[in-house]
């Protein structure tokens, strides 16, 4: 007889048959008409692991190496598949219902000993921790291997194919992206000489362009294709230190959860509105020097002093050498001009086809001090009636595509209802925001339809 229950134990091979077999043990816990069933399936598990090979289960091994006793087994099992399960209610790990179990096998006396006893196998190995009458597992057994993190390759990063890719996403304004690719490249080239030791000033970016023309997805596209953070302010949230409003501080906020060591991570930042904080703006007033003179400490320095908002305020000083800033405004008034030679009443502006320089920027009423930490001065251009027209029927993200996906469907937009989306965009100077807008309120009906639904 005991010939053939040794011939019927197969050796476990695979941890899926070993974790599947201990999970049905447990479940049969506390039921006292399959008692036996219980106390056998353990024996069994005890057997089969016993044939199983030591090299490719470290439970065995352990088993092995160790000669176990059934007390031992059972705690070890039990706690295992409970902490595999993750049913973390506490009173699984006090010892009181351990040794409630522990009468199953008669074992109460040696659970009780080897709780007691810290030279137990189990404790002295780091397999358990026994804290305020709770065991606590730190090796668990039944859990996959852990698997070696592998190597990641390092990217090389093409700046013809990075703007390849760009301008699948940006339509138009050729000029600028080209810039704004060989700004961010010169920052990730000095991020990564600094890594050797050297040091560098940043190379910062100030944009320019009326609004609608594309400042703020540029970047954000950019962003995308590069894989590294992008954080989007409005200049007009923040006031000078002791003011209401935000402080300036709050916008390196979001790269917290990116950091390691103190250390912001490589990313951009872009400050919109920054024409709204100009001197002598109707909103600022007098203090809109002070709010430029605190962003010229943040942008000028590779070191930021940041006040924890908790119970206790504390200030941190944070590395952000690898944080390039962009700011960018409208700057409406240096973007237009009358045409000096017209007569009557049908004077209209005109875009100034020439570049806006350093001087003309501070002439409006921006810092010369924060001006003279930018390296590069990108101006975009607003969009015409064809720019219009390819973002809207873009098929990488264009607003049409993206409510197509949204909602699953390929119905086509009649191509006078497209004419008069441009048309309209075009003429009110509300650039790609508003060939959103419009389209979103062409597809609203569609949100409301039955046939669309979600799970959420």
Same mark, same amino acid.
């Given at each position: 007889?005991?010939?053939?229950?040794?011939?019927?134990?197969?050796?476990?091979?695979?941890?899926?048959?070993?974790?599947?077999?201990?999970?049905?043990?447990?479940?049969? #816990?506390?039921?006292?008409?399959k008692?036996?069933? !219980?106390?056998?399936?353990?024996?069994?598990?005890?057997?089969?692991?016993?044939?199983?090979?030591?090299?490719?289960?470290?439970?065995?091994?352990?088993?092995?190496?160790?000669?176990?006793?059934? #007390?031992?087994?059972?705690?070890?099992?039990?706690?295992?598949?409970?902490d595999?399960?993750?049913?973390?209610?506490?009173?699984?790990?006090?010892?009181?219902?351990?040794?409630?179990?522990?009468?199953?096998?008669?074992?109460?006396?040696?659970?009780?000993?080897?709780?007691?006893d810290?030279?137990s196998?189990?404790?002295?190995? %780091?397999?358990?921790? +026994?804290?305020?009458?709770?065991?606590?597992?730190?090796?668990?057994?039944?859990?996959?291997?852990?698997v070696?993190?592998?190597?990641?390759?390092?990217?090389?990063l093409?700046?013809?194919?990075?703007?390849?890719?760009?301008?699948?996403?940006?339509? %138009?304004q050729?000029?600028?992206?080209?810039?704004v690719?060989?700004?961010?490249?010169?920052?990730?080239?000095?991020?990564?000489?600094?890594?050797k %030791?050297?040091t560098f000033?940043?190379?910062?970016?100030?944009?320019?362009?009326?609004?609608?023309?594309?400042?703020? !997805?540029?970047?954000?596209?950019?962003?995308? $294709?590069?894989?590294?953070?992008?954080?989007?302010?409005?200049?007009?949230?923040?006031?000078?230190?002791?003011?209401?409003?935000?402080?300036?501080?709050?916008?390196?906020?979001?790269?917290?959860?990116?950091?390691?060591? %103190?250390?912001?991570?490589?990313?951009?930042?872009?400050?919109?509105?920054?024409?709204?904080?100009?001197?002598?703006?109707?909103?600022?007033?007098?203090?809109s020097?002070?709010?430029?003179?605190?962003?010229?400490?943040?942008?000028?320095?590779?070191?930021?002093?940041?006040?924890?908002?908790?119970?206790?305020?504390?200030?941190?000083?944070?590395?952000?050498?690898?944080?390039?800033?962009?700011?960018?405004?409208?700057?409406?008034?240096?973007?237009?001009?009358? #045409?000096?030679?017209?007569?009557?009443?049908?004077?209209?502006?005109?875009?100034?086809?020439?570049?806006?320089?350093?001087?003309?920027?501070?002439? !409006?009423?921006?810092?010369?001090?924060? $001006?003279?930490? +930018?390296? !590069?001065?990108v101006?975009?251009?607003?969009?015409?009636?064809?720019?219009?027209?390819?973002?809207?029927?873009?098929?990488?993200?264009?607003?049409?595509?993206?409510?197509?996906?949204?909602?699953?469907?390929?119905?086509?937009?009649?191509?006078?209802?497209?004419?008069? *989306?441009?048309?309209?965009?075009?003429?009110?100077? *509300?650039?790609?925001?508003?060939?959103?807008?419009?389209?979103?309120?062409?597809?609203?009906?569609?949100? *409301?339809?039955?046939?669309?639904?979600?799970? $959420?």
């Amino acid at each position: 007889m005991q010939e053939t229950t040794k011939k019927q134990v197969k050796k476990y091979t695979s941890r899926a048959q070993l974790v599947e077999d201990i999970i049905q043990w447990n479940d049969w #816990a506390g039921s006292a008409t399959k008692e036996a069933e !219980y106390v056998q399936t353990l024996k069994d598990i005890h057997a089969r692991l016993l044939r199983s090979s030591a090299d490719k289960f470290p439970l065995v091994e352990f088993i092995q190496k160790h000669k176990l006793s059934q #007390a031992e087994l059972f705690l070890l099992l039990r706690i295992s598949v409970l902490d595999l399960q993750r049913i973390m209610i506490r009173s699984f790990f006090q010892v009181p219902y351990l040794l409630e179990k522990g009468q199953v096998f008669g074992l109460r006396q040696e659970l009780v000993s080897i709780l007691l006893d810290r030279k137990s196998v189990l404790f002295a190995e %780091g397999i358990f921790a +026994f804290v305020d009458g709770q065991i606590v597992l730190k090796r668990n057994f039944l859990s996959a291997p852990a698997v070696k993190k592998r190597r990641l390759k390092k990217r090389t990063l093409n700046p013809k194919r990075i703007l390849a890719e760009l301008n699948k996403y940006v339509i %138009g304004q050729d000029e600028a992206k080209k810039q704004v690719v060989a700004g961010v490249f010169e920052h990730l080239i000095k991020c990564a000489n600094t890594k050797k %030791g050297q040091t560098f000033n940043k190379s910062n970016i100030f944009m320019s362009g009326p609004t609608g023309c594309g400042k703020t !997805y540029l970047l954000q596209c950019l962003a995308d $294709i590069l894989k590294i953070p992008f954080v989007h302010a409005d200049a007009n949230q923040y006031t000078q230190t002791g003011y209401s409003g935000m402080d300036v501080g709050d916008i390196l906020r979001p790269l917290g959860k990116y950091a390691k060591g %103190g250390k912001w991570p490589i990313s951009i930042v872009f400050i919109d509105e920054i024409d709204k904080i100009r001197q002598g703006s109707e909103k600022y007033g007098s203090s809109s020097t002070n709010v430029q003179a605190e962003l010229l400490r943040m942008i000028e320095s590779n070191f930021y002093r940041l006040e924890l908002k908790q119970t206790a305020k504390t200030i941190v000083k944070i590395d952000i050498s690898q944080v390039l800033f962009v700011v960018g405004g409208a700057f409406e008034n240096l973007q237009v001009k009358h #045409a000096d030679k017209t007569v009557g009443f049908a004077s209209t502006p005109q875009v100034q086809e020439r570049t806006l320089s350093a001087d003309d920027y501070i002439a !409006y009423g921006m810092m010369p001090e924060l $001006i003279g930490r +930018f390296s !590069y001065f990108v101006q975009l251009k607003g969009l015409e009636k064809d720019d219009l027209r390819q973002i809207l029927l873009n098929p990488h993200h264009g607003p049409l595509q993206q409510y197509k996906e949204l909602l699953h469907t390929s119905t086509q937009v009649a191509p006078e209802i497209i004419d008069n *989306l441009i048309s309209n965009a075009f003429e009110r100077h *509300l650039g790609a925001r508003g060939l959103h807008q419009q389209v979103g309120q062409l597809f609203q009906e569609a949100f *409301l339809e039955n046939k669309v639904q979600i799970e $959420i």
